[in-house]
């Protein structure tokens, strides 16, 4: 039987950001970084490999790590080779972290891994005869004669084989220049050809995408390339996937060879929906992005991810399906609670909070950035009327019990489940934290059938909550304030608030707002 799929698509305690989705052998694997959940900075973790059937997007399986930032020798592994020169402002403190990752199948069938560790501009490539098994190190990304050209970030690595060879994509173009990049020419994203041995380069970097520094008049001008590259080919298309200047939009280029350049042609996702319908406003906090195209059968997704905890370190992937005109362009989408599922959510049913695409407070226009820094250092301070999905332990474990345990109890080298719900309730319980007043929670989009009668909202702390259908000023359908029945609250506050539920058929979104007090808001039941 096929399991629902939701956003986001992997179990509410996994943090896997930057995915690049790909398809082997029937099935897609997702390649990403890995946060730290409530994390204080960006990829704490090491790598690990989920995948999941094509024909049943929502049984993801957990594969285990597949790569450890011990493995690669600027964090001291073995190393036979000379490595690379650069300045290591961070030698002997601590490990580096392994930033975004992709993955190609090469010329000799194996698949090699593409990453780097922050702040050392240098592509490091691991290989492994199965797509998520444990890579081995093989060597840094650089000329015959060893040298690694100085012209871009090497950073964000994007990897395409195919038949007339195998392209490495890379680059970061920030406003200012961080420490180390002071002397780099970055004029966007960059391009380089790889021999067959996949690590050795065999032609110049060269500029696919604009970046700030040379996108003035150019179609990149209002949003330059940043970060995130991304690579694939649909039909005749090769599609060039990034992160713009503006941090939470994915934009394309389009091009007819791999080696471009790619002509800019829009925006394909906001992690807040900004320029969904011409909206200025955000509908959701948003943060960095990350992502790449797939087709699944003969749909088309866009990967990305949004953020949890009030803070840019808590990372969950999402995708959404798109559209590809008969001109090849792709015309921007709306984020949904639905994502892989092929359709709506059946209406009946239990759902937990999390997968909620749409979180506001009051004032539409507070809803910014989530936190990405500490004052002078010191702890990430969230705004008091933000609201923001969060977790806690269960049955008196402590706070990091649940994911670990949850992993462990699938075995290291993955066990086939029941679909990301059958991962829920492993000592966490998620919730939307601080709904107060006029806050907002949508989900999108669930099939009304016309019998349901009833829901039931899990709810702590003092307040009220209204439904309302399609839009957060559309009909009200149900208030809790008119509720018939309330179960006496939990130990840890937690109480349940029947009410009627108004009739309503097809295919429509769900929009639960805080008209009194402050709520914590964990999910809901309609029957």
Avoid at 62 to 80: C, H, L, M, S, T
Avoid at 443 to 466: P, V, W
Wanted: proline share 7%; net charge negative; glycine share 12%.
């Amino acid at each position: 039987m096929r399991k629902p799929a939701f956003n986001p698509y992997l179990p509410f305690w996994e943090t896997v950001p930057d995915g690049e989705p790909h398809v082997f052998d029937g099935r897609i694997y997702i390649f990403g970084s890995h946060d730290r959940r409530g994390g204080n900075s960006y990829c704490e973790e090491d790598y690990v490999g989920w995948s999941a059937p094509v024909d049943d997007p929502g049984a993801w399986r957990y594969e285990g790590v597949i790569y450890r930032k011990e493995q690669d020798p600027f964090n001291g592994a073995p190393y036979d080779g000379e490595k690379p020169d650069f300045d290591d402002a961070f030698a002997g403190e601590r490990l580096h972290c392994l930033y975004a990752p992709d993955v190609a199948k090469g010329p000799d069938g194996r698949y090699y891994l593409y990453y780097a560790l922050d702040f050392v501009n240098v592509i490091s490539v691991a290989v492994c005869d199965t797509p998520a098994g444990k890579y081995e190190f093989l060597d840094y990304v650089r000329k015959p004669d060893g040298t690694i050209p100085q012209i871009g970030r090497w950073f964000d690595p994007a990897i395409l084989s195919e038949e007339s060879g195998n392209y490495l994509y890379y680059g970061f173009c920030p406003q200012v220049r961080f420490p180390g990049m002071e002397s780099l020419e970055i004029p966007g994203s960059m391009m380089v050809r790889l021999a067959d041995d996949m690590h050795t380069m065999i032609s110049e970097p060269k500029c696919v995408a604009n970046g700030c520094d040379t996108a003035k008049g150019t179609a990149y001008e209002a949003h330059p390339f940043f970060e995130a590259s991304s690579i694939r080919k649909f039909g005749d298309w090769y599609y060039f996937v990034y992160s713009s200047l503006q941090g939470h939009e994915l934009c394309y280029g389009m091009a007819k060879t791999p080696e471009g350049p790619f002509e800019y042609k829009g925006v394909i996702v906001s992690n807040g929906d900004i320029g969904v319908e011409g909206t200025p406003y955000p509908v959701n906090y948003t943060g960095n992005n990350h992502g790449g195209l797939v087709q699944i059968l003969d749909k088309y997704y866009i990967f990305w991810h949004r953020h949890t905890h009030g803070t840019e370190f808590s990372r969950q992937g999402c995708a959404d399906e798109v559209q590809i005109l008969k001109d090849g362009t792709i015309p921007q989408i709306a984020v949904t609670s639905c994502g892989l599922n092929g359709g709506p959510l059946p209406a009946k049913g239990h759902y937990e909070t999390y997968i909620a695409c749409h979180l506001t407070e009051a004032d539409w226009s507070k809803v910014g950035h989530v936190i990405s820094t500490g004052p002078e250092g010191g702890a990430l301070v969230i705004p008091e009327e933000r609201p923001y999905v969060t977790e806690e332990p269960l049955d008196g474990q402590s706070a990091g019990d649940g994911a670990d345990q949850a992993r462990d109890s699938l075995g290291s080298e993955g066990t086939e489940n029941k679909g990301a719900a059958a991962f829920d309730n492993k000592g966490l319980k998620p919730y939307i934290h601080n709904l107060r007043k006029g806050a907002v929670a949508g989900f999108k989009y669930f099939a009304f059938d016309g019998t349901e009668r009833e829901i039931t909202l899990e709810m702590r702390g003092k307040g009220s909550m209204e439904v309302r259908l399609d839009a957060p000023d559309g009909p009200v359908i149900a208030d809790t304030a008119m509720g018939t029945e309330e179960t006496t609250a939990d130990a840890s506050g937690w109480r349940k608030a029947k009410t009627p539920f108004a009739a309503a058929e097809g295919s429509h979104a769900l929009y639960f707002i805080s008209t009194e007090g402050a709520l914590d808001f964990a999910s809901f039941e309609i029957k």
